[in-house]
């Protein structure tokens, strides 16, 4: 039964394209995550400088976790998504510019982190604007499902596409995702009608 309550979800497609957003977004943002750790100890060879390291990827979600939340109520939450998509992609290619550099590490990766801080809200909430009934606790299962499991995918993929690719490789291949990612988003965003683009810009800045 549950697996035909699985199939029958995935079978809208705002849903697929969301679930399909999530799986690239989660999975390469881990394996950013995880290249940097090991990439940040290469170059450094100091535990502290990793440990440093994982605190401009924790310290976003402590300070920004709830106010991101409040903000993300108010606005559109798939342009949030879908523009947070790119400036991840923007900052992930910016790596390149100098990638030897740990104080630049850490800099885009708080960023990074702190665009995150917006997405992941956006991503959650809309959920029930999309599944309704007694199929969303279904929805909201594959979503913690594919949560879980991106740790663990991106955590493996990690280490070939460093071997493989090399940093710089690595890099754009994480780009590229996070550009895919925002492309499903942009199979919704389109959709929309102006109204509703000017209502989100009403809800913005006008108060």
């Not at 939340?69 to 939450?77: E, P, Q, S």
């Amino acid at each position: 039964m549950e697996n035909i309550r699985v199939l029958e979800i995935l079978r809208d497609k705002n849903f697929r394209n969301l679930w399909t957003s999530q799986l690239l977004s989660q999975t390469f943002l881990n394996v950013l995550i995880f290249s940097q750790l090991l990439h940040v100890y290469d170059l450094t060879k100091s535990n502290i400088a990793v440990s440093i390291l994982v605190l401009t990827i924790g310290v976003p979600n402590l300070i920004l976790g709830a106010l991101a939340g409040v903000f993300v109520d108010r606005w559109d939450k798939k342009i949030v998504m879908f523009f947070s998509q790119f400036i991840r992609v923007f900052a992930v290619l910016l790596f390149i510019v100098s990638p030897g550099s740990v104080l630049w590490i850490y800099a885009l990766m708080l960023v990074i982190s702190g665009v995150t801080q917006f997405w992941a809200p956006a991503e959650v909430s809309t959920i029930p604007t999309i599944i309704k009934g007694n199929l969303l606790l279904t929805a909201n299962s594959v979503f913690t499902l594919t949560f879980f499991s991106t740790v663990i995918l991106g955590n493996i993929l990690a280490g070939p596409f460093l071997a493989l690719l090399g940093t710089h490789g690595t890099y754009l291949v994480v780009a590229l995702a996070f550009l895919a990612a925002s492309g499903f988003e942009y199979c919704r965003l389109v959709k929309r009608n102006s109204w509703s683009n000017t209502k989100w810009f009403v809800q913005t800045y006008g108060g």
